[in-house]
């Protein structure tokens, strides 16, 4: 089955730096890659994806990489805010039938400071 | 999001006690999962469906069971076979951009 690495697992950046998380899948048919930001004790929220036909989508401040070749996708933050700081999950899936299993990376903790 | 109603939002089991969360969605997906997060760790799959009348195992599927009854519900029942059931479970629904529920929170006593 899948199997999705995340790195790293805490990241500490100052208010207005850019952060950087980085993930590897290990199944060349994976095709769509969505993150997930999750604040203490709520539920996972997309924040952007990337299916395997695109390169690079950006959404404000936040952009997302993917390269097939190496089955490594990364997330990018630009500006930090305090309000970024959340727990953060990159996953990788397949569509099966109607379903998309996702694959869950095991989260990095960003705390952005003041 | 807004359209997946789970509870109870907590709940406490005794031990040898069956339980039963429920799942429901007003978004008409075909597709519902449920997903199982361990403090400090990432999301597990524990069982999904695809249509009524269907559900296939996650990767973690023992100790739970599920139905399919109806497209707008997929409740999950966490057996006395569950041996660590403590943990936030989490319904999800969607095809192609899967979006979760607000979660319960199992604790056995």
């Known amino acids: 089955g899948e199997n999705v690495e995340q790195h790293p697992s805490t990241l500490s950046v100052q208010e207005g730096d850019s952060a950087v998380i980085k993930c590897t899948y290990s199944d060349s048919a994976s095709n769509y890659f969505p993150w997930y930001k999750q604040e203490l004790g709520k539920r996972p929220q997309l924040i952007i994806d990337?299916?395997?036909?695109?390169g690079e989508k950006k959404d404000q401040r936040i952009a997302v990489t993917l390269n097939k070749t190496a089955k490594h996708f990364s997330l990018h933050i630009t500006e930090t805010q305090p309000e970024d700081s959340a727990v953060y999950f990159c996953?990788?899936?397949?569509?099966?039938?109607?379903?998309?299993?996702?694959?869950f990376g095991t989260g990095t903790r960003l705390q952005v400071t003041l | 999001d807004g359209g997946i109603t789970q509870s109870p939002k907590y709940l406490f089991r005794k031990e040898g006690q069956n339980v039963t969360l429920s799942c429901e969605q007003n978004?008409?997906?075909?597709?519902m999962y449920w997903y199982r997060q361990d403090p400090g760790q990432g999301l597990r799959l524990i069982y999904y469906?695809?249509?009524?009348?269907?559900?296939q195992k996650g990767d973690i599927a023992e100790g739970y069971s599920v139905s399919r009854e109806k497209k707008e519900s997929f409740p999950l029942t966490v057996t006395s076979a569950q041996k660590n059931p403590t943990a936030f479970y989490l319904c999800?629904?969607?095809?192609?951009?899967?979006?979760f529920g607000e979660g319960s929170w199992l604790t056995v006593v």
């Open positions: 978004l008409n997906h075909d597709a």
């Open positions: 999800a629904v969607g095809g192609n951009t899967i979006y």
């Open positions: 990337i299916r395997s036909n695109v």
């Open positions: 469906s695809q249509i009524v009348n269907d559900f």
């Open positions: 996953a990788a899936s397949r569509k099966t039938g109607t379903a998309s299993k996702l694959t």
